[in-house]
């Protein structure tokens, strides 16, 4: 499954919405749970990334509500609802669909 | 706490061998599929391979299926990366991360990362 982010590179004033897309060559819907097998995660620079989002839209414990989940089928998007400054890093959606996960390029977040 | 601690990165010559370990610590570690991911330099994720939680399935990246293989010893609390024939585009850190679910066998997130192995392969 190829996973395609875009854009490679965002510049986004504080306070505002970042939009983030997500496109997989396939569904990544599992129909027996009706779960889609999608995550996000975040990392700055020199971190191991961090696990955002799981489930396409579910936010994992700690994570600022800020951070938006969506999206369905093959098209997911991570929001950033009102950027912060700590917001700035590259983030991943990966697919864990199949038994030979895949991640997206990676989008660099910074601040204009 | 949990901890994945990864070692065993050095620089190897091309065509050499390696391994690296993946220690853990703080969870039931015999319960939970471990994975290798790495990201070369100023570069992207790439998942590497996984181990289940019991050893019996094990899956790996078409872009090292045959050269490296994955393996655990669950008296230690390790996993380990066998990496033969290397070449330059091998050269990555390397992360183990684990498996959001016990006893599942691969197709969940990665909510616990190490801080990785840096391998590099020069001559």
């Known amino acids: 499954i190829v996973v395609t982010q875009s854009p490679d590179s965002l510049a986004v004033s504080l306070g505002e919405r970042a939009t983030i897309n997500c496109k997989s060559s396939?569904?990544?819907?599992?129909?027996?749970?009706?779960?889609?097998?999608l995550a996000w995660y975040q990392q700055k620079p020199g971190q191991p990334p961090k696990l955002l989002i799981s489930?396409?839209?579910n936010r994992e414990s700690g994570v600022p509500d800020r951070f938006i989940g969506s999206g369905s089928g093959t098209d997911f998007t991570l929001t950033i609802s009102s950027l912060q400054a700590e917001d700035m890093a590259v983030y991943y959606c990966?697919?864990?669909?199949?038994?030979?996960?895949?991640f997206g390029q990676g989008t660099k977040l910074e601040i204009k | 706490e949990v901890q994945l601690v990864e070692s065993g990165g050095v620089v190897v010559q091309p065509g050499g061998s390696l391994r690296l370990s993946c220690a853990a610590s703080?969870?039931?570690?015999?319960?939970?599929?471990i994975h290798w991911l790495r990201q070369a330099p100023g570069r992207g994720l790439e998942w590497v391979s996984l181990?289940?939680?019991?050893?019996?399935?094990?899956n790996y990246a078409g872009s090292v299926k045959g050269r490296f293989t994955v393996s655990r010893d669950n008296r230690k609390n390790s996993v380990y990366l066998q990496m033969n024939s290397l070449s330059n585009e091998d050269t990555a850190l390397y992360y183990c991360?684990?498996?959001?679910?016990?006893?599942?066998?691969?197709?969940?997130?990665?909510?616990?990362w190490g801080q990785g192995t840096l391998v590099t392969v020069s001559s």
């Open positions: 990966q697919q864990y669909f199949s038994s030979v996960s895949t």
């Open positions: 489930w396409a839209s």
């Open positions: 396939q569904s990544l819907l599992y129909s027996a749970n009706n779960k889609y097998y």
């Open positions: 703080g969870f039931n570690f015999d319960e939970y599929t």
């Open positions: 181990i289940s939680w019991d050893g019996r399935t094990t």
């Open positions: 991360a684990k498996n959001m679910d016990s006893r599942n066998d691969g197709d969940r997130p990665l909510d616990y």
